[in-house]
């Protein structure tokens, strides 16, 4: 034999596997860290059984039960609220009730019914007074302004009456506005409640006061007065004052021929740039102008 015959190929260390056996290796050993999708798979519902609840087990007579209390309710609730409407109308009808007793009423005449009288003086060289009564049968006292307007002879007279009309009327209670201020206009008198109120309406010669029921057997003066209360009431009237020759005595010379209301003009209004308000100052005018305005606080104090 030969060397080269006797020298044998060294065998690998290493086995040869086949691809078969490579595949099936690679799939039964799973890698570590696996791709991750784009889009992930949904999760599984569950299988589990469903249970469906049992319907309203409650009492037909329970609801009717409820039902009939909610209505109980709310009828007894209209019933309240007709009760409270009843009694604000009942509040405010005391209140008018209240205010139409408390309020100033004057009216002309005494009670006894003397309207006017003659008073004369002593000395016949002084001046007869004619006075008219007017009284306030109220309980509030009055703003109260009056005059004359003017006087007529009636038929059959032959001479004038001789009297001199010393309080004539010049247009009554006013009150002007300029800005923030509020001012009174004319004179006005205080008549207190349940009280009289005398005032001179002319003067005549007592030598013409004799000779009046012949010169002048007739005579129709006509006069308007008005008055204001506390409560803001406004009332304003003519009337006419007849004098009768034929009557009994001085004191019932004069009669009440008429006394009617006269219409208010709506306030407030303007006259040739003039601003009037309402006559009277009424409650809710008073306490706001009673209200005093607080005073500003220093600068140092609002910082401070």
């Known amino acids: 034999m030969s060397d080269s015959d006797s020298i044998k190929p060294a065998q690998q260390a290493t086995d040869t596997v086949s691809p078969q056996k490579t595949s099936n290796t690679k799939t039964a050993e799973s890698p570590k860290h696996l791709p991750l999708s784009s889009q992930a798979a949904p999760p599984t519902k569950s299988k ?61 005449g005494r009670k006894d019914g003397t309207i006017a009288d003659f008073v004369v003086p002593k000395d016949p060289k ?35 009456s001789q009297i001199q009309y010393v309080h004539p009327y010049h247009g009554g209670l006013n009150r002007t506005s300029e800005g923030n201020s509020t001012g009174e206009q004319g004179e006005s008198s205080i008549i207190a409640g ?16 004799a000779e009046l029921p012949k010169n002048a057997p007739g005579i129709m003066i006509l006069g308007m007065y008005e008055y204001c209360d506390e409560l803001g009431d406004y009332f304003k009237r003519t009337f006419a004052l007849r004098y009768r020759n034929n009557a009994p005595s001085n004191n019932l010379a004069f009669d009440l021929a008429s006394d009617t209301p006269f219409p208010v003009f709506p306030y407030p209004h303007t006259v040739n ?26 600068w140092y104090r609002r910082i401070f």
């Open 194 to 209: 349940d009280s009289i109120f005398i005032s001179t309406l002319g003067v005549i010669s007592q030598k013409g006061l």
């Open 126 to 160: 002084q001046n007869a007074e004619i006075i008219l009564f007017f009284q306030n049968s109220g309980h509030l006292p009055a703003k109260f302004v009056w005059g004359t307007m003017a006087g007529f002879l009636e038929a059959g007279s032959t001479n004038g």
């Open 273 to 298: 740039g003039v601003k009037y308000l309402f006559p009277c100052e009424t409650i809710a005018e008073r306490e706001q102008n009673q209200q005093t305005p607080k005073e500003a606080k220093p």
């Open 48 to 108: 589990g059984k469903t249970e469906h609840c049992r319907p309203d087990q409650t009492p037909r007579w329970k609801i009717l039960l409820e039902c009939g209390a909610v209505f109980v309710g709310i009828v007894v609730a209209i019933i309240y609220g007709l009760q409270l409407g009843r009694m604000v109308d009942a509040n405010k009808l005391t209140q008018s009730t209240l205010q139409v007793s408390q309020r100033a009423f004057v009216t002309i």
